[in-house]
């Protein structure tokens, strides 16, 4: 079911882009180090349930919808018809919203830590919200934090790349530590004893929390009078409309939700308990312009009104664990060095190499040999609402495929990568 596709109109464009943007992509992920060069569009024009169309025309199949917000689908009828029903009305205006009211006491009936909520664009800006909030509130400086949490300087100062503009004193504050070490944190807070004012840490990424690691982390932090956030940026609506932390049963300080609340529209919200809030609502300053633009309001509504009404949820997860469940019996049955891991709304193709290390080029040959099929990946795969049994079954035929061209450049041995990602475009 191989598909050769025309990608003239896309790659010209984005040649030219390099003359007027920027570092060319607006995510991080969007760069050629996730998509296959000479096989994946460059732009996407359209998108309709689970499906994308490119620039010249070609159908995909998409699981990356958006990098994550996509939890419905695209053009999804309810959402839509919320957000031109609030166009007709206005799109932003100068005083309080009466959307910001409604839409914090539907959050409050879902998250367990939303004594109270602030909105804002992105999730990156209530990360730093989420920070500085502790901050005032402990009066310390140390923060503990997980994988990623945006692109603010107090996060990209534990990166290793990118460190243009990011003031060497920052890093003196930030400590980076692994999801499910415990002591990795606990030996933080005995190097800082009384300094760290936040742990910050996605409460699920693929592992999930093993020997009670994030109820643990909160005894530490309670310990040490440390405000204990959950980044739920991507977790948030995808695993459910009350987030990981009810899922779990932890229930953080903190937490900043986005990508998801508002089914693709600029949305994210800081939400926690009130005695933390109302401390330091007098000293931390993060105002902003469009916090309360009403057209991302109503579609945060629409959304969460679906999770409560449908079976959104149920049905994303069960999608999730139909593809995990599929893909990786047929990895074991040919002898790939490949698996879908991680939690059922959230999945993440791994590619090993004979020695148990991250294998590119064998991620690259499944990228494009699935991208070529019609089936559109990134990094992550995100399971949303829209997709059919349809889909899926067409997809798991695009996987299974895949992962036999990929058993091929195994068997081949690992020095043929070059000669096989040649014959994969030519096939």
């Known amino acids: 079911m191989e598909d050769e596709r025309n990608l003239e109109k896309s790659l010209a464009l984005f040649a030219e882009a390099g003359d007027c943007i920027f570092s060319l992509v607006q995510l991080y992920d969007e760069g050629s180090g996730e998509h296959v060069t000479g096989k994946y569009p460059r732009f996407i ?7 994308i169309w490119d620039l010249d025309g070609n159908e995909y199949i998409d699981f990356d919808m958006g990098l994550g917000p996509i939890i419905l689908g695209y053009c999804y009828e309810a959402v839509d018809k919320a957000v031109t029903g609030q166009l007709a009305q206005g799109m932003h205006f100068s005083l309080v919203s009466p959307q910001e009211v409604e839409y914090a006491r539907m959050l409050q009936k879902h998250i367990p830590c939303a004594d109270k909520v602030r909105f804002f664009k992105t999730g990156s800006s209530a990360c730093e919200a989420a920070i500085r909030t502790a901050r005032a509130y402990t009066g310390k400086k140390h923060v503990i934090r997980g994988a990623f949490h945006g692109w603010h300087e107090w996060t990209i100062a534990a990166e290793g790349v990118r460190q243009g503009g ?5 890093r003196q504050y930030i400590h980076r530590c692994a999801y499910n070490a415990l002591e990795q944190f606990e030996e933080v807070f005995a190097k800082y004893p009384g300094q760290v004012a ?3 840490i996605e ?7 093993k020997d009670n690691f994030l109820t643990n982390l909160q005894d530490l932090c309670r310990h040490n009078g440390a405000v204990l956030i959950f980044d739920e940026v ?36 800081i939400c926690g308990k009130k005695e933390i809030l109302d401390e330091v609502d007098k000293e931390v300053y993060f105002f902003t312009t469009f916090g309360s ?10 959304v969460l009104r679906e999770l409560e009404n449908k079976n959104v949820t149920e049905k994303i997860w069960a999608i999730g664990s139909e593809l995990k469940t599929n893909v990786n019996e047929m990895a074991r049955r040919l002898g790939t060095r490949i698996a879908l891991l991680g939690p059922a709304p959230r999945l993440v193709f791994t590619f090993w190499d004979r020695q148990g290390r991250f294998d590119l080029q064998l991620k690259n040959i499944f990228m494009q040999e699935c991208i070529k099929r019609g089936v559109f990946l990134g990094w992550t795969v ?11 079954a067409t997809a798991l035929t695009v996987f299974e495929e895949a992962l036999k061209i990929c058993q091929k450049y195994q068997n081949a041995g690992d020095s043929a ?11």
């Open 45 to 51: 024009q359209s998108g309709k349930g689970a499906h």
């Open 166 to 170: 990011i003031l060497p004193e920052v």
């Open 198 to 200: 936040a742990v910050i």
């Open 203 to 209: 409460p699920m990424i693929i592992e999930e929390p």
């Open 234 to 269: 991507v977790t948030g609506f995808r695993f459910g409309s009350g987030g990981a932390q009810r899922l779990l049963g932890v229930t953080p300080d903190l937490a900043v939700f986005g990508k998801g609340a508002a089914n693709g529209l600029p949305l994210s919200f």
């Open 293 to 302: 633009e009403r057209l991302s309001l109503a579609a945060g509504m629409a």
């Open 382 to 392: 995100f399971p949303c609402f829209s997709h059919t049994q349809e889909d899926i």
């Open 417 to 427: 990568a070059a000669a096989w990602l040649s014959w994969g475009r030519k096939q």
